[in-house]
């Protein structure tokens, strides 16, 4: 069993940054691909970015390329992700998620409980 508490959502300004946090516990953190979703009120949960086992492969929605950035720090259980140029349109629960293996394939086997991000224009 893997938990997974995020952290770092808020109100910010259009154009402004935000850098979300999650960190996990329960298992060894390196053995599972991370990726970050998001949910905005009555739309479906959509996928926002990926990163693989050590960090170094990362993908991203086209939605938030160029302006999302995704880390993760082993030692510290913890994948993060950088919001940079927000838009109102990236208004949304962001949840994390965690898929037993190396890379990303699009199957989480743990989620958790979202943190709220409010931009305003």
């Known amino acids: 069993q893997v938990q997974l508490v995020e952290s770092g959502g808020g109100l910010v300004q259009a154009g402004g940054s935000l850098r979300l946090s999650c960190a996990a516990s329960?298992?060894?953190?390196?053995?599972?691909?991370m990726a970050w979703f998001r949910q905005a009120p009555g739309k479906e949960r959509e996928f926002a970015a990926a990163?693989?086992?050590?960090?170094?492969?990362?993908r991203y929605a086209n939605s938030v390329k160029g302006r999302f950035t995704i880390s993760r720090d082993n030692a510290k259980n913890t994948v993060y992700l950088q919001m940079s140029s927000l838009k109102p349109e990236d208004t949304a629960a962001y949840y994390c998620?965690?898929?037993?293996?190396?890379?990303?394939?699009?199957?989480?086997?743990?989620w958790g409980q979202g943190t709220q991000v409010t931009v305003e224009s």
């Open positions: 998620a965690a898929e037993g293996g190396s890379y990303w394939t699009g199957r989480p086997a743990y």
């Open positions: 329960g298992r060894t953190f390196s053995n599972y691909a």
């Open positions: 990163i693989n086992w050590s960090g170094g492969s990362t």
